[in-house]
T-cell receptor
Framework: SQQGEEDPQALSIQEGENATMNCSYK?????LQWYRQNSGRGLVHLIL?????REKHSGRLRVTLDTSKKSSSLLITASRAADTASYFC??????????FGKGTMLLVSP | GAGVSQTPSNKVTEKGKYVELRCDPI?????LYWYRQSLGQGPEFLIY????????DSGLPNDRFFAVRPEGSVSTLKIQRTERGDSAVYLC?????????????FGNGTRLTVT
């Protein structure tokens, strides 16, 4: 089963624009993580945000978490063609393992 | 240092055959995970090892699937009597401690095709 659901399913933008992806989940969580996957490759961890945090930054990435709405967003600023990939949110509840959503496919055109 | 290594990268087998997929985690990572990913979907959890023992095998779809990690490092995912529906990319990941609090490091996966 998949708890997180990303929105939109696909996003197409131009280089230099910002990209925003959203994740909604159903049950309470310990933390939420975002991963990136390039075609034919494994997933790469981007950022982890704990349930008591509201915002985290890492380079051009900004993640927010709203536990009252059970949602998170990933913002990529000043996007580049190399950011083209699928992005997944993953949630952890209790002592469970990471549960991934279906992902957002991001296409950044030069 | 070396990342998570999975072999083979591709495996084609006939329906009904037995297959083994191997995962070499990052040295020192006590937690190891197997996920399965179908086209256009997110990774689906199969099993989680902490050291040598399976701490959570609730994601294994049925008794045709089995995984071992006898020495707490390399793991093998075994699938008996393969079915066409088993075709997917099988991903292995490792982490320091429990993945709930540590990032997972993924291999590039084994693409299994059952004909």
């Amino acid at each position: 089963s998949q708890q997180g659901e990303e929105d939109p399913q696909a996003l197409s933008i131009q280089e230099g624009e910002n990209a925003t992806m959203n994740c909604s989940y159903k049950t309470s969580i310990n933390n939420l993580q975002w991963y990136r996957q390039n075609s034919g490759r494994g997933l790469v961890h981007l950022i982890l945000i704990r349930s008591n945090e509201r915002e985290k930054h890492s380079g051009r990435l900004r993640v927010t978490l709203d536990t009252s709405k059970k949602s998170s967003s990933l913002l990529i600023t000043a996007s580049r063609a190399a950011d083209t990939a699928s992005y997944f949110c993953a949630t952890v509840s209790g002592y469970s393992t990471l549960t991934f959503g279906k992902g957002t496919m991001l296409l950044v055109s030069p | 240092g070396a990342g998570v290594s999975q072999t083979p990268s591709n495996k084609v087998t006939e329906k009904g055959k037995y297959v083994e997929l191997r995962c070499d985690p990052i040295s020192g990572h006590t937690a190891l995970y197997w996920y399965r990913q179908s086209l256009g979907q997110g990774p689906e959890f199969l099993i989680y090892f902490q050291g040598t023992g399976a701490a959570d095998d609730s994601g294994l779809p049925n008794d045709r699937f089995f995984a071992v990690r006898p020495e707490g490092s390399v793991s093998t995912l075994k699938i008996q009597r393969t079915e066409r529906g088993d075709s997917a990319v099988y991903l292995c990941a490792s982490s320091l401690g429990h993945g709930g609090n540590s990032p997972l490091h993924f291999g590039n996966g084994t693409r299994l095709t059952v004909t």
